[in-house]
């Protein structure tokens, strides 16, 4: 038998109170189908912790992550901007470091980031998929944004528009990076703002499209996860769940930005996204007369729908403007619109998708195929 020390029972006591204590976590899922030999990941690949100007420790941005449905997050602090240095030593790998062992406990994808943070108009870049932050560490900007390129990093320029709203925020060393090959994507979505001009610079420039929290607090004190509201995000569409096949799939702009209830991508991938996401539960209506029918729409996905119909071809209408709720289903009113024949017909319906973006003022436009049958 082991004699207990009253100390020792003590610490025991303590064990047990934390284990009690602790609430289990919970995931919430983020549902999108995936596209053709492609993997739909879910990324936010900007965020901040105490190692810059962030207000949580790295483990807590991948804890907060998994439970927001994330599969891949990247840690990037300011490796220029540190207002807490007297009290967290500027350690440019410590929060990868530190996260990795976490993410690995939790499933998640940890890529190692950096966030080169320099005056306008150079503004700020986004490095990830590095080996190292200490080269980044110089004093020429330039310098800073090569170290990151030789490493191998993906890199996006952050918040385009943050500064300068006029449209002219490009400049020259923009262009230089373009140029040279330093500069991959765009972030046309960070946090709550949407990037107008930066939306066409990426379509101009073949970029690839990034949303991203760029989140700074408690992620809880930002999103509303309690009504719904998810963090800004980055769909990826990937061939496989590795750090390669994700970053073979950012270089080839295989991307859909997901924030502030819309989505914008190219159509390549949005169109797949959103058709395969709404279904159609019962394409086959009978329309006696004026009385109308109802046609099921459900939406599969984590994303909202706002469709305003802009044609209807075959005899029949339908509702104007109409909401899909992420994860509901919804019933559309059909009926005859005047022109209707007798017997049955293949009938057409095209609702523009108002918040799913191809560029900027264009939303995508899809199509409901039904099968009408008419009688008096
Ligand atoms: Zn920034
Ligand atoms: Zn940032």
Same mark, same amino acid.
């Given at each position: 038998m082991i004699k207990q020390t009253p100390f020792k029972v003590f610490i025991v006591l303590l064990t047990c109170l934390a284990s009690g204590a602790a609430v289990s976590q919970t995931r919430i899922?983020?549902?999108?189908?995936?596209?053709?030999?492609?993997?739909?990941?879910?990324?936010?690949?900007?965020?901040?912790?105490?190692?810059?100007?962030?207000?949580?420790?790295?483990?807590?941005?991948?804890?907060?992550?998994?439970?927001?449905?994330?599969?891949?997050?990247?840690?990037?602090?300011?490796?220029?901007?540190?207002?807490? *240095?007297?009290?967290?030593?500027p350690k440019f790998n410590r929060p990868y470091e530190i996260a990795r062992s976490e993410a690995d406990k939790m499933g998640l994808m940890l890529i190692h980031g950096a966030e080169i943070t320099r005056d306008e108009p150079h503004g700020h870049f986004n490095a990830i998929f590095l080996s190292d932050c200490l080269p980044l560490d110089t004093p020429n900007q330039k310098d800073a944004v090569k170290a990151a390129f030789d490493q191998g990093a993906f890199l996006w320029w952050n918040h385009p528009e943050w500064k300068r709203k006029d449209g002219k925020a490009w400049c020259e060393i923009q262009q230089e $990076?373009?140029?040279?090959?330093?500069?991959? +994507?765009?972030?046309?979505?960070? +946090?709550?703002? $949407?990037y107008v001009n930066a939306h066409q610079w990426a379509l101009d420039h073949n970029l690839t499209l990034m949303a991203n929290t760029d989140v700074h607090d408690p992620i809880d004190e930002v999103y509303d996860y309690a009504s719904g509201e998810h963090r800004t995000m980055t769909l990826i569409f990937a061939k496989e769940p590795t750090q390669e096949a994700v970053k073979e799939a950012l270089l080839q702009r295989r991307t859909v930005a997901f924030g502030m209830n819309m989505l914008i991508g190219r159509e390549e991938w949005l169109?797949?996204?959103?058709?395969?996401?709404?279904?159609?539960?019962?394409?086959?209506?009978?329309? !006696?007369?004026?009385?109308?029918?109802?046609?099921?729409?459900?939406?599969?996905? !984590?994303?909202?729908f706002d469709l305003k119909l802009e044609e209807h071809t075959g005899g029949i209408t339908a509702?104007?403007?109409?909401?899909?709720?992420? +994860? *509901?289903?919804?019933?559309?009113?059909?009926?005859?619109?005047?022109?209707?024949?007798? +017997?049955? !017909?293949?009938?057409?319906?095209?609702? !523009?998708?108002t918040n799913a973006l191809l560029a900027p003022g264009t939303p995508l436009k899809i199509k409901f195929a039904l099968n009408a049958s008419f009688s008096q």
């Open positions: 899922e983020i549902p999108f189908p995936d596209i053709g030999e492609y993997k739909t990941v879910t990324a936010d690949l900007h965020m901040h912790t105490v190692f810059s100007d962030g207000k949580v420790w790295p483990t807590v941005r991948v804890k907060e992550a998994w439970r927001n449905g994330l599969d891949i997050i990247s840690i990037t602090d300011h490796l220029e901007y540190l207002p807490y *240095k007297d009290d967290v030593l $990076y373009l140029d040279l090959g330093w500069m991959h +994507g765009l972030e046309v979505i960070n +946090g709550n703002s $949407y169109r797949p996204l959103i058709e395969k996401s709404i279904v159609v539960e019962n394409p086959d209506i009978r329309l !006696a007369g004026k009385t109308p029918a109802y046609v099921a729409l459900r939406n599969g996905c !984590a994303a909202s509702t104007e403007n109409l909401s899909v709720p992420a +994860g *509901k289903t919804v019933a559309m009113r059909v009926q005859g619109d005047g022109n209707t024949p007798q +017997g049955a !017909a293949p009938v057409e319906l095209t609702y !523009a998708v």
